[in-house]
């Protein structure tokens, strides 16, 4: 019998020799596969969260053990709700307790004067029409309305909370969606081992880099500006997953002391932070399938204090081996308007050029060259 013939794949274009890849193309993967076939999640979200579940402890012990932290966490519909939902409980809790003793509720006839009196009392509202004359139904007035004082109170603390906090801000920090390697990117190396602020910067392939661009969406000024970057890498070995805390450059710094503080993001213009992969590095020799094997997440922490509320807040990404672009670098987004002042293009945040002649065009090439030694 005749095989049925298999149809020949397309032919491979070559790729021209700088193209630009926009944010609206990238692949939104949250995940990586791993070698059952199964999927891994990242450990920080693309909603800045942390996938993480303790074991031990049961999710109503976790939630009662914090419970006021974690309504706050809480989403407004779901506090609305809630809130709601526990106005109909309690007060249909207390009108049937009123309703054990009716004939001693003057001007009451039913459960819906019950009703309507509990409300009342709940909310102190008061008109006058319902008067309790025993004292059983004294003692229940009593205690609803103490329970409607610490309701009350709590639910304000809360709505407070919620509204004052600027944890909303975080989503006003964009970060690119991808993060690039190339050697283009100039990275700083010490002349001498006492990291003295003598250097030089390096570039055109001396040594590779891996870069990643920040940028503060609101003209809301920021103050005490942090950045920190951690690369977390499975041990193979041992099995066990390491964090690493490394080293990065956002502005230039010549001739100063490098080792009191790292680049600090003051000014509303959107930064790159650069890791330069020297002997150092954890990404030091890695290819994209050494990463991928490693199960290799980059995590970016941004904190800092807004000026309005003068509160702390945090933003977080993380960058898979699957978005990383290799032998890339990201494009310009500054330029000058019609008025003279400066114009910032977010929607090109995650823009970047590929070059044919980068020397870390390769993923499948370690990220090793002659000068990556530190010093």
């Known amino acids: 019998r005749s095989q049925p013939l298999t149809p020949l794949p397309p032919p491979q274009r070559s790729a021209p020799r700088r193209s630009r890849t926009h944010t609206r193309t990238l692949p939104a993967r949250s995940a990586m596969s791993v070698p059952g076939g199964g999927r891994l999640k990242r450990l920080v979200s693309r909603t800045g969260h942390f996938n993480t579940e303790v074991i031990g402890m049961h999710c109503l012990q976790s939630f009662f053990s914090d419970w006021y932290?974690?309504?706050?966490?809480?989403?407004?519909?779901?506090?609305?709700?809630?809130?709601?939902?526990?106005?109909?409980?309690?007060?249909?809790?207390?009108?049937?307790?009123?309703?054990?003793?009716?004939?001693?509720?003057?001007?009451?006839?039913?459960?819906?004067?019950?009703?309507?009196?509990?409300?009342?009392?709940?909310?102190?509202?008061?008109?006058?029409?319902?008067?309790?004359?025993?004292?059983?139904?004294?003692?229940?007035?009593?205690?609803?309305?103490?329970?409607?004082?610490?309701?009350?109170?709590?639910?304000?603390?809360?709505?407070?909370?919620?509204?004052?906090?600027?944890?909303?801000?975080?989503?006003?920090?964009?970060?690119?969606?991808?993060?690039?390697?190339?050697?283009?990117?100039?990275?700083?190396?010490?002349?001498?081992?006492?990291?003295?602020?003598?250097?030089?910067?390096?570039?055109?392939?001396?040594?590779?880099?891996?870069?990643?661009?920040?940028?503060?969406?609101?003209?809301?000024?920021?103050?005490?500006?942090?950045?920190?970057?951690?690369?977390?890498?499975?041990?193979?070995?041992?099995?066990?997953?390491?964090?690493?805390?490394?080293?990065?450059?956002?502005?230039?710094?010549?001739?100063?002391?490098?080792?009191?503080?790292?680049?600090?993001?003051?000014?509303?213009?959107?930064?790159?932070?650069?890791?330069?992969?020297?002997?150092?590095?954890?990404l030091y020799g890695e290819t994209l399938q050494s990463l991928r094997d490693q199960h290799v997440e980059i995590i970016a922490v941004f904190d800092a204090i807004d000026e309005l509320s003068s509160m702390n807040f945090q933003a977080r990404w993380s960058y898979l081996p699957s978005e990383i672009r290799w032998g890339a670098e990201f494009v310009n987004i500054v330029s000058r308007g019609a008025d003279g002042g400066f114009v910032l293009d977010s929607t090109e945040i995650s823009a970047y050029t590929r070059s044919g002649q980068d020397l870390y065009l390769d993923s499948s090439q370690p990220l090793t060259s002659v000068g990556a030694t530190p010093f």
């Open 69 to 282: 932290h974690h309504v706050v966490n809480w989403g407004w519909f779901k506090l609305l709700l809630s809130s709601f939902f526990y106005f109909l409980v309690i007060n249909l809790t207390f009108a049937l307790l009123i309703y054990a003793d009716t004939e001693s509720l003057e001007g009451a006839t039913g459960f819906q004067e019950a009703w309507f009196f509990s409300i009342q009392t709940m909310t102190t509202i008061g008109y006058g029409n319902y008067t309790p004359r025993s004292v059983y139904l004294q003692v229940i007035v009593s205690i609803e309305a103490f329970v409607a004082l610490i309701t009350n109170a709590i639910l304000l603390a809360i709505i407070i909370s919620k509204v004052g906090r600027p944890s909303r801000l975080r989503h006003t920090i964009k970060f690119s969606e991808v993060a690039v390697i190339n050697g283009t990117t100039p990275t700083f190396k010490y002349d001498c081992k006492d990291f003295n602020p003598t250097g030089v910067y390096q570039e055109n392939g001396e040594c590779p880099s891996l870069s990643l661009r920040v940028l503060n969406m609101r003209k809301r000024q920021l103050c005490e500006v942090k950045v920190v970057l951690h690369v977390l890498k499975l041990n193979l070995r041992t099995g066990k997953y390491v964090l690493h805390d490394v080293d990065f450059e956002i502005m230039r710094q010549v001739g100063r002391p490098r080792n009191m503080d790292m680049s600090t993001p003051y000014l509303p213009l959107p930064f790159e932070i650069v890791h330069r992969i020297d002997s150092l590095s954890p």
